[in-house]
Every structure is written in structure tokens, then in C-alpha cells.
């Protein structure tokens, strides 16, 4: 695999890099995770309108940019660096590909355009209160009525649920059984019988919520029964995408160690010149540059439509989830008791590795999962 990015995509990168420098510093951070929405509408609007990053993997027919995946793989890493606090995740990793896996044509040029501005934030309703990420685990039921279904259930650990404009909701028949008839609706997030409570949440810098659906009205979305197949590539994008902000995570911590390292002086020597300091920094960069190598070729597969996409994203997300976890205790220990104490920033880095690690399944999970794709 070809990990060398064009001269336009390193370009990209640096622009990327130096945007969210200005737009997230730590003390932003701080601000933002203890508000209520969990990010800021000024900064949403830089987001997608002054680099337009809302639309840079949606096709130009439907109000995008129409850049490929692993454009989109370098916005969420470069995210992860700074602990961006912002719906981009739910709207664009999640729901935006939702509705491109699901949607019939009509329904993409309806939908679509307003994400890719940035008028509408979205979000993808599919874990239960069970916790499990898969399409086997979905209760909520959808009732055909004359004017569209009518939706009851509930839904938790909807990432920026509380916030969303529109929401996509996983449903079966009732009395169907697993993938069969499953389907995706929009639901507007005012509509009646829909209760969004946020959820208190380890990581408050990604914000989360349970919905309760009580005779909701929803739109079906693409073909009633057939959403099994468009909401497990959506799922594979989605971790595809998390791997590369969690890859973009670990690299930020790893260097933050580094710096303190370098900086801090005991015995009259700087710690980093101590042996067991060494190997540990040494340890550092062989899991995050392992755990970059990994996200790229997942989004790499995923732009090229790969037959190995599968069990490669699995593999990234599984991969990066423990080079991030384990990234971010060494970094702790680096910098010793201050390292977990709320006046030091490394504990925001710590919290996001641990709610990411278990987002969308954890690691267990991914390797079961990607030996099941190899061995097909």
C-alpha cells in the first residue's frame, strides 16, 4: 500500500493544520465542553464556510465539493490534534454518508445540500440503550400509516443528538427479526413525540444524547427493508473516520510528552535523557506512526471502494483505538502526577481516547469482526 499523499493534499493538510491551531486551542476546548451544544456557532460557520469542510466528501451534485475519502481521513486526523469541539463527526462521518449509502436520488438532492453548507446538522440514530453497534441489536419499531410511519422506541449515545436539526433513525417492522425489514428514517428533530436528553457523558468533548420516539413521524429513507446493507458501509465509513481522528490524537499527545520531556529537568538532566524515558518515547512512536499507517489504509480503501475494505477498517479502528488508549496513559505517566489533574491539558487528550476507543464498538469487537471479513 501507497501511503505518499500528493503535494495538494500535504498543501491541505498544512492549511488544515494551521486552522485548527487558531480555531481550538485548549483554552477553546475548555470553554466550549461545558457549555450545553458542545461547540460554538461562530466557529461551525468558519468550519463550513470558510474552508467549506462540510461539504468536502459530498459529490458536487449535491452541494459539495466532491473530494474523495481520504481528503476527508486528513480533516478528521487534523480534528483529532486539536480536540475540535463541533458536530463534524455526527453530520458528515455519520449522517451525510447515511444518507449517500441509503437515499434514492431525490431524497440525496433534498437532504444533502443543506449539510454540506452547514445549515443543517445531522446526526445518525442507531445504538439502543443495550449499547451494541450493530444492526441485529435494533428495536425501535416503524409503523406504516397513510401520511409515512410512525416511530417508537429509543435510542442512546446519539453523538450531538441534543443538537441536531435532522435526525436518521434506524427502525424495523414490527415483528421483524434481524436484517430484515430494517429501514432509515428522517425525522425532524421539533417533531412531536421526540424527547432528546443529553447524556452526562465521561468525554465532554463530544456530546451525546438518548432519544425517546413516541408515535414520531419519520420519512422513510431509500427502500423500505433494505437499510441493512447501506447502514453496515456506513458504519465502516464512520470508523474509517474515527480511526484517522484517533490517530490524529495520539500523534498530538506523543509529541506533547515529547516536548514536556525535553523540558522538564531532574537530577540536573533533562528526563528525556534517561534511559527508561527513551524507550518509552520510542514505544510512543512505533504504536502512533503503526496506528497512522493503519487509518490510511482504511481510507485509502474506502476512496478506491476496496473488496478488503472491511477488514481493513476493522483493523484501523481496532488498531488506532489501542495505540491511542495506550499513547495517552504513557503520556500521563510522562508527565507524572500533573498529568491527570484538570490545570494539565493532557487528561482532555485521555478522556477523548477512552470515549473513542469504545465508540462504535471496541477493539474486541473490530478484531472479531475483521477475522470474520478475512476468513469470508
Known amino acids: 500500500m501507497n501511503y505518499t499523499f500528493t503535494e495538494e493534499q500535504l498543501e491541505f493538510r498544512t492549511v488544515l493544520r494551521r486552522f485548527f491551531e487558531d480555531l481550538s486551542p485548549a483554552t477553546e476546548v475548555r470553554q466550549l465542553m461545558e457549555t450545553g451544544d458542545g461547540f460554538d456557532e ?59 449509502n441509503a437515499g434514492d436520488e431525490a431524497q440525496k438532492k433534498a437532504l444533502l445540500p443543506g449539510i454540506a453548507s452547514g445549515e443543517t446538522r445531522a446526526a445518525l440514530a442507531l445504538a439502543e440503550p443495550g449499547g451494541r453497534w450493530d444492526t441485529g441489536s435494533i428495536q425501535t419499531t416503524a409503523t406504516e400509516e397513510d401520511d409515512g410511519y410512525r416511530l417508537d422506541g429509543a435510542k442512546s449515545f446519539v453523538v450531538d443528538g441534543a443538537t441536531a436539526d435532522l ?165 500521563v505517566q510522562i508527565h507524572g502526577g500533573i498529568g491527570f489533574t484538570w490545570d494539565n491539558d493532557t487528561h482532555l487528550w485521555f478522556k477523548r481516547a477512552k470515549s473513542s476507543e469504545v465508540m462504535l464498538g471496541g477493539p474486541e469487537h473490530h478484531r472479531e469482526l475483521m477475522l470474520q471479513n478475512w476468513a469470508a
Open 42 to 100: 461562530t466557529g461551525w460557520r468558519r468550519i463550513s464556510q470558510e474552508l467549506g469542510l462540510t461539504g468536502i466528501a459530498i459529490p458536487e451534485a449535491y452541494g459539495g465539493q466532491g473530494f474523495g475519502f481520504v481528503e476527508l481521513a486528513i480533516v478528521f486526523e487534523e480534528m483529532g490534534r486539536r480536540l475540535v469541539c463541533a458536530p463534524y463527526f455526527s453530520s458528515i462521518g455519520l449522517a451525510a454518508n447515511a444518507i449517500l
Open 167 to 331: 435526525l436518521i433513525v434506524a427502525a424495523r417492522r414490527p415483528g421483524s427479526q434481524g436484517d430484515g425489514g430494517l429501514s432509515l428514517f428522517t425525522v425532524d428533530a421539533r417533531a412531536s413525540g421526540l424527547t432528546r436528553t443529553p447524556l452526562k457523558v465521561m468525554d465532554p468533548t463530544r456530546k451525546q444524547a438518548r432519544l425517546t420516539l413516541e408515535n414520531v413521524k419519520g420519512q422513510l429513507l431509500g427502500r423500505e427493508g433494505a437499510a441493512a446493507e447501506p447502514l453496515r458501509r456506513t458504519l465502516l465509513q464512520a470508523i474509517t473516520c474515527l480511526a484517522s481522528e484517533m490517530a490524529g490524537g495520539a500523534e498530538m499527545l506523543r509529541e506533547q510528552a515529547l516536548d514536556y520531556a525535553m523540558m522538564r529537568v531532574q537530577f540536573g538532566r533533562q528526563i528525556a535523557s534517561f534511559q527508561t524515558m527513551k524507550h518509552k518515547q520510542a514505544d510512543m512512536l512505533l504504536d502512533v506512526e503503526l496506528a497512522k499507517a493503519a487509518a490510511y489504509q482504511a481510507a485509502q480503501a474506502a476512496a478506491a471502494d476496496s473488496p478488503d475494505f472491511a477488514a481493513t477498517a476493522h483493523l484501523a479502528k481496532a488498531t488506532v483505538a489501542d495505540a491511542y488508549m495506550q499513547t495517552a496513559i504513557h503520556a
